[in-house]
């Protein structure tokens, strides 16, 4: 037998006594193909010879580690574990804490970005380091950070190993990646508008000189348009009243209803009002999108990715792009305003004014909730003042008033936000003035004196509340009822804010049984009141949250101090008035809606420790009471009902609710 005639006998395959002995070394990693046809394979990549000679796919599997391998990957955890036990043993007296000594997370999780990439990483975030165990406290109001935290992510990886990578990278990223998954969100289509006709008949000279064809909308009838603008003014404008219903009416709506609509900014005014009427209407007393186990959805109104008014809507960005670049109030161009010379004291000039602080209550929003930057304009909230509201109150507005105290709550809010700016930018200062001096509390956040402060700050906010906005501590929905308890009780925001008005002892406006009919409020009434309350509610937990992270990671250092801090941030976080009947079955009113998903996953992380990680099992058995054992399970419900009812609609609420499937066993 010749070479040739061996080799073609140790290919043909195992059959001869001697084909072992000449068929060479076996392949070390044979493609799927080779294997299932017992041939060998050549492990040429991307494609083997055999596999690119037939035209298949090559699939590789990966290699197993051997014996050998597995022993020392074990060896080097074991070490890893016994250098960070080493660590943490103490050089002096460990202070005495609450409760019985705990240890903390053993080490920082470890992510693998090489083999877990998120979906919306990138270069830096693949590049970004493994931190080290037990980080001293980092303080940052957003809620999404709290997922840096080493217990929260060491409890991430054990029920959600796959989004390894999401973690890590919104770690590194920060607010980048949850504005990349807002953005994954589709687009408004442009594919729905309104028929329209061109414009005959009689025009002012003003429009006449300002050129540009006028057209009409049929759809948009003489009686639409004024039902559509009282919706409006009964709704929207009542949580950002920033717009003047007397001069709308009379100057604006007479106009597009005599002259048409245009390019100019009036039409595109009118037109957004118009839109959002429609979404007030729809969004009030509209079909629910969708159903969970018979419960209608909170998102009434349209359909997910065509919500109300969306034609109204395409109609006025047609011509948006034309009207941005004016130097107007309607243009809410703050900074180009301040060039000019302004008379607060005006009616004109407090609606800037309204317009300043729409503008910096959405910024602070947008900065304390997403941990978006500051622009600055909160810098001229001093040398603008706070509105006055002494433009003079058509009958509408005024029964409005009435019913509502919409201005008290306006006031109020600006309060708050400007209130909750100041003391975050408190705490980070107690962190940058502690983070270069040695000490022995290796928590290094804001100590628990500076925390009480803070605390005492919001309870000051709201004994000076008006007393029509007034609500008992404990029972977030019960109807406006002064407290008598409070500091200053009687002294209002403005003096000429507080209506006198009969409190309703032990009345409930909010109700967390979301299967009965909602209520209907006037001027959604409802809504200012849960944003309000709310938004006081998640200031005390931003505030107390600190506490929360000392007690998951330096357990040894806790005092009876900072158990009550744990056990005031937990208390916090129990029926907020936002997650209830009405107000949640009128999702599409409320402002801000994508920011309180991410607010309400962190609670629910947190509330599931309580079950589970020792110090804060014990502090909540021994320091937060039995209301919070009686509401707990209720504000866990309707937490979840939130982000599961904006789930088909929002690609953030969605993420959350996957985070959650496992920890509180959801449906799909």
Partial sequence: MNADSAASSASSGPGGPTSRAHRGAIASQACETCRSRKQKCDEARPRCGLCKRINLECVYREPQPTKKDKTLVEILDRLKSLEGKVDRIPTGRAPQGFGPPQHPPSSQPSFNPETEQSSYSTPSARQQQQQSPNQPYRHASAAHKILSWPALQQLMLQVLPTNAGDFKTLESDGTSFIVRMHNGQPKLPMDESLEDRPFVGMQTQATRNSGGPRVTFPALTRDAMYRLTAAYFDTFNFLYPFMDRRTFESDTLVKVCSEGFD????????????????????????????????????????????????????????????????????????????????????????????????????????????????????????????PSFNVPFCEADHIGNQATNFEAHFASALALRRLCASMNAQIYDCRSLTSGTPSSDEFGGPSANTLKSLAAQLTQWRGLLPRDLQWPEDDPAAFPTP????????????????????????????????????????????????????????????????????????????????????????????????????????????????????????????????????????????????????????SVALMQDWIRDLKAVDPLALWCYKILQPLYNLEP
Wanted: glycine share 8%.
């Fill in 263 to 386: 390019g100019d900014v009036d039409s595109v005014i009118a037109l957004m009002i118009f839109c959002l009427g429609e979404v007030a209407i729809e969004g009030l007393t509209g079909d629910p999108i969708g159903e969970y186990n018979d419960l209608p959805s909170g998102v009434r109104g349209g359909s997910n990715g065509r919500p109300p008014g969306l034609a109204l809507f395409n109609e006025a960005r047609k011509c948006l792009g034309f009207v941005v670049t004016d130097l107007e109030l309607e243009n809410v161009q703050i900074f180009s305003l301040f060039a000019n010379v302004l008379d607060f004291d005006t009616p004109r000039g407090d609606l800037i004014r309204r317009a300043v602080w729409h503008c910096i209550a959405m910024e602070t929003s947008l900065n304390q909730e997403l941990d978006l930057p500051l622009t600055g304009i909160l810098e001229l909230s001093d040398r603008v003042g706070m």
């Fill in 483 to 634: 407290q008598t308890g409070n500091i200053g009780v009687n002294d209002a925001v403005d003096p000429s804010l507080a209506t006198p008005r009969p409190g309703r002892p032990g009345a409930q406006l909010f109700t967390t049984d979301l299967n009965s009919d909602p209520m209907q409020y006037r001027f959604v009434y409802d809504v200012q009141v849960a944003v309000l309350r709310t938004r006081y509610y998640y200031a005390k937990y931003v505030v107390y949250r600190p506490f929360v992270y000392k007690a998951l990671h330096f357990p040894e250092q806790m005092t009876q101090e900072d158990a009550q801090g744990v056990a005031e941030c937990l208390r916090s976080c129990l029926k907020w008035p936002l997650t209830m009947s009405p107000t949640s079955r009128h999702k599409r009113l409320i402002p801000c809606l994508f920011c309180w998903s991410q607010t309400f996953l962190s609670i629910l992380l947190i509330f599931h420790l309580t079950q589970h990680n020792p110090m804060l099992r014990d502090i909540r058995a021994q320091l937060c009471g039995p209301r919070f054992e009686a509401d707990f399970d209720v």
